[in-house]
């Protein structure tokens, strides 16, 4: 009998290198693979799994849908997806939302609204500036703002119109910007690209530098977004906002969700512009609105900033142990521990020790554990953690 790996092997187009484990069931923090053993889950699902696994409140919320109506296009109205906006416009300061299904598709979303107000609003602006080392997703667009080669070269060329500039490096942004730049892309904290946070200075002088030169600032809070860094945005850490947001992953708790906001300023789509079949309907805004009630209505906002500074001390009771850890760097509960050897050796010690992460670039391991993680988790794993340090 062929292994599930194999039998992934003959079906699936190698686009993963998948561990052959299948995960077959999950409570809370910790999920079990198809032969029962169980993992403490530090990686949600990349930061996807917001409420953990199995949360009843998120269960609840979709099951009723699910017994109700769970897709229309957007032909017609669908209250879930106005009690969404509605949630997440009235805990920021944007004014309007789009739903789509992905990350990706959020900056895609994001880069078309851009590339409209450049017409409008700025004689046909159109060039986007992005950043190095940053992250944006796998389509066609987003790819083309996704400062990192190894994701681009096989597909050269990409768009036109996106350059790049060092992250944290205003004096570089500032030399990219010309008269026909429409927007500015950034992470406030990069995470694919190794879990760097943005500088306070640097966000306040480019906030200032798209007012002034009338450019358009994007925040792709794909990952860092949804309560992540233990604010509902990263960016409110920094004082500093964005005219446009992308958001995804943790929104729906793992359905698939994606979403721009704006404000009124910049919301410039009208009929025809854009679309998405599945984008914002009944059943994941469902789980999203849950995710929200949680995060905003039950203070699971203010659980994360406590549990994220123990989780944050602990890492660094670990670097002043070991050597090899050189840095504890994330905001919140987006956390990275820079190694001097490769972090997919102790990701992978880790995993056959029960415990879940993954790395991020070459030397960072990252740990973005569900938003409901307790101390008592945190324990586990820094001591599972420790052990493997220790080996
Ligand atoms: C910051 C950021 N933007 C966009 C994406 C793409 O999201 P998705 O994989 O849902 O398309 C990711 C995925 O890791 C991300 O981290």
């Not at 999950?26 to 699902?45: I, P, Q, T, W």
């Not at 406030?188 to 946070?197: A, D, L, R, S």
């Not at 789980?287 to 549990?307: C, F, K, M, R, S």
Request: hydrophobic residues 40%.
């Amino acid at each position: 009998m062929d292994s599930i790996q194999q039998k992934a092997g003959k079906v699936l187009m190698h686009t993963y290198n998948s561990i052959p484990i299948s995960l077959a069931s999950g409570n809370g923090c910790y999920v079990k693979d198809s032969e029962g053993k169980e993992y403490l889950d530090f990686l949600a699902g990349i930061a996807v799994n917001s409420l953990g696994h199995n949360h009843p409140g998120f269960n609840n919320a979709v099951q009723n849908q699910l017994n109700k109506i769970i897709h229309y296009y957007n032909l017609f109205l669908n209250e879930q997806q106005i009690e969404l906006a509605d949630k997440l416009v009235s805990n920021s300061h944007f004014d309007k939302a789009f739903f789509c299904n992905s990350g990706t598709e959020s900056v895609e979303a994001a880069l078309k609204l851009a590339r409209k107000i450049g017409k409008k609003q700025k004689n046909g602006a159109w060039k986007i500036i992005a950043m190095n080392k940053s992250f944006h997703g796998r389509t066609t667009g987003s790819l083309s703002l996704t400062g990192q080669m190894k994701y681009q070269e096989s597909f050269l060329p990409l768009l036109p119109g996106a350059t790049f500039a060092n992250f944290n490096d205003f004096t570089d942004l500032e030399k990219k910007v010309d008269a026909e730049t429409c927007a500015i892309i950034i992470e406030p904290v990069q995470g694919e690209g190794g879990i760097y946070p943005a500088n306070q200075e640097y966000l306040e002088k480019v906030r200032e530098l798209c007012t002034k030169e009338n450019i358009v600032l994007i925040f792709d809070e794909v990952q860092c977004g949804m309560g992540r860094t233990g604010l509902l945005f990263a960016h409110e850490h920094f004082n500093v906002y964005p005219d446009v947001i992308c958001l995804a992953k943790g929104l729906g708790g793992g359905l698939p969700i994606g979403a721009i906001l704006s404000t009124e300023a910049f919301n410039l789509f009208e009929p025809g512009d854009h679309a998405a079949t599945f984008g914002g309907n009944p059943l994941v805004c469902a789980g999203a609105n849950a995710v929200l009630t949680e995060l905003v209505d039950n203070n699971l906002l203010e659980h994360i900033q406590e549990v994220a500074v123990y989780l944050k001390e602990q890492l660094n009771n670990l670097k002043n142990k070991y050597n090899i850890i050189k840095e504890v760097r994330g905001l919140g509960l987006m956390l990275g521990i820079e190694l001097t050897i490769p972090a997919v050796e102790i990701v992978t010690k880790c995993r056959e020790n029960g415990l879940l992460l993954a790395t991020a670039g070459s030397s960072v391991v990252r740990f973005f554990p569900p938003l409901i993680v307790t101390e008592e988790d945190i324990d586990k794993a820094v001591s599972i953690l420790n052990s493997v340090l220790r080996e």
